[in-house]
């Protein structure tokens, strides 16, 4: 499936239109990861467990979103636009979002 943050796809045409197709992945906070992280956050550098777990999101809520694009028939999504969210109380979840068109591409 080929997926891209622009509207069109150079080289194709778009042939169809199949909707809008979303994915959303939530994850809680881990208590000890968050104590780690305020340590970096300290001494400075990155902080890799963060990192981490917003990649996994991020890969989740787009194959999530593929997979919908996918079961409408399209062979691409244009227009994908990522989104990160913290909820609950003490902001202790994270949400990534992502959407985009599904197509059919000639």
Same mark, same amino acid.
């Given at each position: 499936? +080929?997926?891209?943050?622009?509207?069109? %796809?150079? @080289?194709?045409? !778009? =042939? *169809?239109? =199949? @909707? %809008?197709?979303? @994915?959303? /992945?939530i994850l809680g906070a881990n208590v000890f990861r968050d104590f780690f992280a305020s340590i970096r956050d300290l001494v400075g550098g990155r902080s890799g467990s963060y990192e981490r777990v917003l990649q996994d999101a991020r890969l989740t809520a787009l194959r999530?979103? *593929?997979?919908? /694009?996918?079961? +409408?028939? /399209?062979? /691409? %999504? %244009?227009? !994908?636009? !990522?989104?990160y969210e913290f909820l609950g109380a003490q902001n202790g979840m994270m949400m990534v979002s992502a959407s985009g068109t599904a197509v059919v591409l000639d």
């Amino acid at each position: 499936m +080929l997926s891209t943050t622009t509207p069109s %796809v150079e @080289g194709h045409s !778009i =042939r *169809e239109y =199949r @909707g %809008v197709v979303t @994915g959303e /992945a939530i994850l809680g906070a881990n208590v000890f990861r968050d104590f780690f992280a305020s340590i970096r956050d300290l001494v400075g550098g990155r902080s890799g467990s963060y990192e981490r777990v917003l990649q996994d999101a991020r890969l989740t809520a787009l194959r999530e979103m *593929e997979q919908q /694009a996918s079961e +409408l028939g /399209a062979n /691409a %999504v %244009v227009g !994908i636009d !990522i989104d990160y969210e913290f909820l609950g109380a003490q902001n202790g979840m994270m949400m990534v979002s992502a959407s985009g068109t599904a197509v059919v591409l000639d």
